[in-house]
C-alpha cells in the first residue's frame, strides 16, 4: 500500500513563507500526477497546485505567484512552497496523487496523506 506522508505546516506570520513536504515511493513519482489541496475551516477543499509526472506545474489562479510546487526525485519528495502568507491561507494541507488509464473501463488510482495544518495569524 502506498503512502503519502506530509510535513512542514505549522504556524506562520502574515507576510511569512512556509514549506510543505511530501514524502512518497519512487514509483508514486514516476507514475502519478502530484497535488497539492487545502481545505480552509467552514469552506470546501481547493485544489491548489498540480505537477505532473514530465514536471509541468500548474496552479489555481487566487494563489498564482505565491506558491511553487516542485519534486526532488532523489529524495522521493514533492514540496509546496507558500510565500507572501495570508490569514486566509489558513487550512490542512493535503498531499493527493493521482493516476489513470484511459482504457475500457477506465482504471484509476487514488492516495492522500493525513493533511498537515498551516495556520496564518500574528
Known amino acids: 500500500q502506498e503512502q503519502l506522508v506530509e510535513s512542514g505546516g505549522g504556524s506562520v506570520q502574515p507576510g511569512g513563507s512556509l514549506k510543505l513536504s511530501c514524502a512518497a515511493s519512487?514509483?508514486?513519482?514516476?507514475?502519478?500526477?502530484i497535488n497539492w489541496y487545502r481545505h480552509p475551516p467552514g469552506k470546501y477543499r481547493e485544489l491548489v497546485a498540480t505537477i505532473s509526472t514530465s514536471g509541468d506545474t500548474s496552479y489555481t489562479t487566487s494563489m498564482e505567484g505565491r506558491v511553487t510546487i516542485s519534486r526532488d526525485k532523489a529524495e522521493n519528495t514533492v514540496y509546496l512552497d507558500l510565500l507572501s502568507a495570508k490569514p486566509e491561507d489558513t487550512a490542512v494541507y493535503y498531499c493527493?496523487?493521482?493516476?489513470?488509464?484511459?482504457?475500457?473501463?477506465?482504471?484509476?488510482?487514488?492516495?492522500w496523506g493525513q493533511g498537515t495544518q498551516v495556520t496564518v495569524s500574528s
Open positions: 493527493h496523487a493521482h493516476w489513470e488509464m484511459m482504457t475500457m473501463p477506465p482504471q484509476e488510482s487514488d492516495y
Open positions: 519512487a514509483t508514486i513519482l514516476s507514475f502519478y500526477t
